[in-house]
C-alpha cells in the first residue's frame, strides 16, 4: 500500500490536449505495420514543458502515419507502479523521452534498459531511472514485463519552459526520430543512432 502511494505521487497534474500551430513534418501516407506480437510506443514527458513534451508530440504524429492491431500508442506523465502497469503484458515497448546528457540538442539516440545502469548515464535524467524502476518494480510483483525494451531518446534544449512547442533543434530531429521509430517496428532498423557521452 505505501508503496502504492508513493508511486500515486509521481501522477501529473495536467492533461494532454495542446494544439500545435505548425506542421513540423509532412504528413505521408497510412502504412499498414503486420506483426505477431504486441507492442508499445510510449511517448514519456510533460506534455505543457517545451521539449519534455517531445514523446507525446511524437506519439500524435505516429498516429497518422501507421496502423496495427498489434501495435498501441500512448502518452504518459506517469511513473513508478503505474508505469509499470501500462507496460504490463507488451511482448516489447518502444519508449520515447527527452534526454539531457550534454550533447548537442537535437541528436537522437537508442538505448537499452543496461544502458541506464552505468554511472556516467545516471545523471542524465529521472525518466530513464524511472523507467527502470518501473520494470524492477513489475518483475518484483511478478508481472510479465516486455522482454524487448528500447528508448528513442532526443537531446533536449529546453526542459523547464512552459510551451506548446518544441525548441528549434528538437523539432529539426523529429523526422530523423521518426524515420527510426518507424524502422524499429519494421525490424529494418540496423544503423545505430548516435552515441552517448560516457566522459
Not at 44 to 54: E, H
Not at 62 to 89: C, D, H, V, Y
Not at 111 to 126: A, E, I
Not at 143 to 170: H, K, R
Request: with cysteine; charged share 20%; proline share 5%.
Amino acid at each position: 500500500m505505501a508503496a502504492f502511494i508513493l508511486s500515486c505521487l509521481y501522477k501529473a497534474a495536467f492533461v494532454s490536449g495542446i494544439n500545435i500551430n505548425y506542421l513540423l513534418v509532412n504528413k505521408t501516407k497510412r502504412t499498414e505495420i503486420k506483426t505477431s506480437t504486441r507492442t508499445l510506443i510510449l511517448g514519456i514527458g510533460n506534455p505543457i514543458l517545451r521539449d519534455d513534451r517531445v514523446g507525446h508530440f511524437l506519439i500524435q504524429e505516429l498516429r497518422s502515419r501507421f496502423s496495427s492491431p498489434g501495435i498501441e500508442l500512448q502518452e504518459t506523465s506517469f511513473a513508478g507502479l503505474n508505469l509499470a502497469e501500462l507496460l504490463l503484458g507488451f511482448d516489447s515497448v518502444i519508449i520515447i523521452d527527452a534526454i539531457q546528457s550534454g550533447g548537442v540538442p537535437g541528436a537522437v539516440y537508442c538505448l537499452k534498459p543496461r544502458d541506464f545502469h552505468t554511472k556516467s548515464v545516471n545523471h542524465y535524467g529521472q525518466h530513464g531511472t524511472g523507467l527502470l524502476q518501473a520494470m524492477e518494480l513489475g518483475k518484483a510483483l511478478g508481472w510479465p514485463m516486455p522482454e524487448d525494451v528500447t528508448i528513442v531518446a532526443i537531446e533536449a534544449e529546453d526542459l523547464t519552459s512552459f510551451g506548446d512547442d518544441l525548441t528549434p533543434a528538437v523539432a529539426k530531429a523529429v523526422p530523423t526520430a521518426l524515420k527510426i521509430i518507424l524502422e524499429l517496428l519494421d525490424g529494418q532498423h540496423e544503423q545505430p543512432c548516435e552515441k552517448l557521452k560516457t566522459s
